[in-house]
């Protein structure tokens, strides 16, 4: 099993700065991928943006405003949002992939709320 926790998110205007992080404890043998996801009202929940052994992957809607880092030693993401506009607002969801006896697994947050004001 991974546990992960987040921190973060909170209320902001647009044009404003927030950062999430995202914990991952537990059994990390083999990492495939760690990222966000989003969620608006009435909306499907989307990729925002993921670190991957191969480098990272945004959405085309944060490309130049979301940062996405990994501190590998405290397996840790982060998302470092800029110029946010309330568009941005939902709940972010982390997400970890992990490979573990020879099966892909994915593990989800319990998501932490972005609201983004005008």
């Known amino acids: 099993q991974v546990q992960l926790v987040e921190s973060g998110g909170g209320s902001v205007q647009a044009g404003g700065s927030l950062g999430l992080s995202c914990a991952a404890s537990?059994?990390?043998?083999?990492?495939?991928?760690m990222g966000w996801y989003r969620q608006a009202p009435g909306k499907q929940r989307e990729l925002v943006a993921r670190?991957?052994?191969?480098?990272?992957n945004y959405a085309d809607s944060v490309k130049g405003r979301f940062t996405i880092s990994r501190d590998n030693a405290k397996n840790t993401v982060y998302l470092q949002m800029s110029s946010l506009k309330p568009e941005d607002t939902g709940v972010y969801y982390c997400?970890?992939?992990?490979?573990?006896?020879?099966?892909?697994?994915?593990?989800w947050g319990r998501g932490t709320q972005v609201t983004v004001s005008l």
């Open positions: 537990g059994s990390i043998f083999s990492f495939n991928a």
């Open positions: 997400y970890i992939n992990v490979t573990r006896a020879m099966r892909n697994w994915s593990y």
């Open positions: 670190i991957t052994n191969d480098g990272t």
